[in-house]
């Protein structure tokens, strides 16, 4: 199952305290830290997930150093991969990545297993929200739905282009508008059913029906005119304009079982058996089947023996969930956790213990806040000064120095430094630590301060409240450092750090928020419609209800474009003018840090997709 480019990513492991080194560090971006009990207890946090998460492709990294990424090409070619072979017969579609990649097996070695049997435990400090592949939003949900699901596509993670995986081979036509894939031969669904192109067409049917709540309808169906199976091998989308991203993308969702959810209401879906996990009801074609889950505490998936690809080295994969980061670096020490992401501040000390190995690696993913510019439930956000002035009050480098210790890139733009289509001396708007700047945009823009020291404007006091959960226990951290800046500039600032699958469906559903604070994961093509577009504002991840016709016309532009240096101007400009009206802040891109117990083998942690070869995964008896 590839990465999701568009994810809610918590925290996969939390420390549960400032270090001494932190609190001396925050000190330098101005004022104490104070240490207040019910934020401290619950602070730390990971700078990125340890697998891919769930439902569409992704990014691109090695699994020990810096990520690279392959240009992308409109020339068609051809090369067999570590999953299967994917072709093109036709002119490559709008710009998106050639059909043919390098093999993942190249960059990504996997040795002979010396060792059948045994189990890897995954070790992380929230819990997955759904099984689902239509309703997967959360990068915990996806770590687990890689495992048991697959798309027709996947990244391969050696240089991020699109790859089959229950695909063999696509052909496209010359307008970049139809692509025709043909299945792999001899894939079962976990219960040894067939798969066909009809399960295909029946999953993409429930990603374009509004009534399932997927977060991917809009998208989904702002690029689909339908989806056929003309026989059983083959399935052909037609698309209602060249989709640059169709095949890293769209293309890699998750495949479900028609047969077993046939008799599910599209509404129903969310609630079901299937998306809650029932040992035979929740299957897919991948290499582990789910066994159990025990919320809050473990899931537990068993080897898939008919396999496709051959049977898995393993007998288990568990997902585990800890407390937090003090109780995670214990467990990976003395072994009983086998792998997990963890906080910047354990990754030195993780480091001299002899029986770990500690992969640091550049990723896909991102913190961030979202403004709510919907004026019926907040209007303080609505004054673009107010947006900007926030940001410049911020002295994110030093932040990310205390905090990440300095496992994280200051962000430029909203596009990650490992993509293609990063352009960062052409954002024009850098937004540079400038507390007179942010003082005097304030000044300008009307806001003046009262006589308890916050400001106001026409009776209206500069005031809202910061919304984020304490399932990554990082943010925390930097919710205090904001809140003591900028009251500094006269704001009031109020903080809400509610349960995480609270948090979601406030952000999500609810949309019930002035300011809120996360992570995300992007996947590495650099369309950014799911955040930006108009059109995702309903059935999509725009959550905070930004608007802008210039924006929209520049990602349908990208999206169509044919050559790659056009999809990084058209983007570079779209940037530009989101840097100006800044509906979402990106303060950093996550640096990931993951511990490995040198007994696992054959996995390697990367920006793309962690799991690409979990069935080769194997462990020293």
């Known amino acids: ?230 026989d059983a091998s083959h399935i052909v989308f037609t698309l209602k304009q060249p989709v640059a991203s169709f095949l890293i993308n769209d293309a890699g969702y998750g495949i479900v079982p028609q047969h077993i959810l046939k008799d599910v209401a599209p509404k129903d879906l969310e609630q079901s058996d299937f998306s809650t996990g029932k040992k035979g009801v929740t299957i897919g074609t991948g290499p582990f089947m789910f066994d159990e889950w025990v919320k809050d505490d473990h899931t537990t998936l068993v080897k898939n023996p008919k396999y496709w690809r051959g049977a898995p080295n393993l007998d288990k994969w568990i997902y585990k969930v800890v407390p937090n980061s003090t109780v995670l670096g214990q467990q990976l020490k003395t072994g009983e956790i086998d792998y997990a992401s963890v906080d910047p501040s ?105 006589s308890d020291g916050v400001r106001a404007k026409g009776g209206k006091k ?18 205090q450092v904001f809140q003591q800046q900028w009251q500094k500039l006269g704001v009031e600032v109020k903080v809400s750090m509610i349960e995480w699958t609270a948090f979601l469906d406030t952000i999500s559903k609810q949309k019930n928020f002035d300011l809120f604070f996360e992570g995300f994961s992007w996947g590495p093509d650099p369309d950014q419609t799911a955040w930006f577009s108009s059109d995702s504002q309903n059935g999509g991840l725009n959550r905070g209800s930004y608007s802008n016709p210039q924006v929209d016309k520049l990602l349908q532009e990208g999206l169509a474009a044919t050559d790659q240096a056009k999809r990084k101007e058209l983007y570079t400009q779209m940037e530009n003018i989101v840097m100006d009206d800044l509906p979402y802040v990106v303060l950093y891109f996550n640096k990931g840090t993951v511990g490995v117990n040198n007994r696992v083998h054959n996995y390697f942690p990367n920006a793309v997709n962690s799991s690409f070869n979990s069935y080769q995964w194997w462990v020293d008896a």
């Open 1 to 230: 199952m590839p990465h999701d480019a568009r994810n809610d990513e918590p925290s996969r492991s939390a420390s549960a305290r400032l270090s001494r080194r932190a609190v001396l560090r925050l000190a330098l971006v101005g004022g104490s830290v104070p240490v207040v009990a019910g934020l401290l207890a619950a602070c730390g946090g990971s700078s990125s997930s340890p697998t891919s998460a769930a439902t569409t492709a992704a990014t691109s990294s090695s699994g020990s150093g810096s990520a690279t990424q392959a240009a992308a090409t409109s020339t068609p070619a051809a090369s067999a991969s570590a999953t299967g072979a994917a072709t093109t017969t036709a002119t490559q579609a709008a710009g998106a990545p050639s059909a043919t990649s390098s093999s993942s097996a190249n960059a990504f070695t996997a040795e002979p297993a010396k060792n059948k049997g045994g189990q890897v435990i995954s070790g992380n400090a929230s819990d997955a929200q759904t099984l689902s592949t239509i309703h997967s939003h959360d990068t915990s949900s996806g770590a687990i739905i890689n495992q048991i699901f697959e798309g027709l596509t996947e990244g391969d993670p050696s240089n991020a282009q699109p790859v089959g995986r229950l695909a063999q081979k696509w052909d496209i036509t010359s307008d970049g508008t139809g692509y025709t894939f043909t299945l792999n031969d001899g894939v079962n669904w976990q219960d040894g059913q067939p798969l066909t192109s009809g399960d295909v067409t029946f999953t993409y049917d429930l990603f374009l029906n509004p009534d399932t709540s997927s977060p991917r309808t809009s998208t989904l169906a702002a690029h689909i005119a339908k989806v056929e199976a003309p």
């Open 346 to 450: 354990d990754v030195a000390d993780l480091q001299k213990t002899p029986s770990l190995t500690v992969k640091i690696y550049d990723t896909f993913s991102c913190t961030f806040w979202c403004y709510q510019l919907d004026p019926s439930k907040t209007e303080v956000f609505q004054d673009k000064a107010v947006r900007q002035a926030l940001l410049y009050a911020l002295d994110r480098k030093a932040m990310i120095d205390a905090i990440n210790f300095g496992y994280g890139t200051l962000a430029i733009g909203t596009i990650p430094p490992i993509s293609w289509a990063y352009n960062p001396d052409a954002i024009q708007l850098k937004y540079p630590y400038d507390i007179d700047k942010a003082n005097q945009l304030l000044d300008q823009a009307g806001w003046t301060k009262g």
């Open 462 to 479: 500069l005031s809202f409240t910061i919304l984020s959960s304490p399932q990554n226990q990082i943010w925390p951290q930097y919710i």
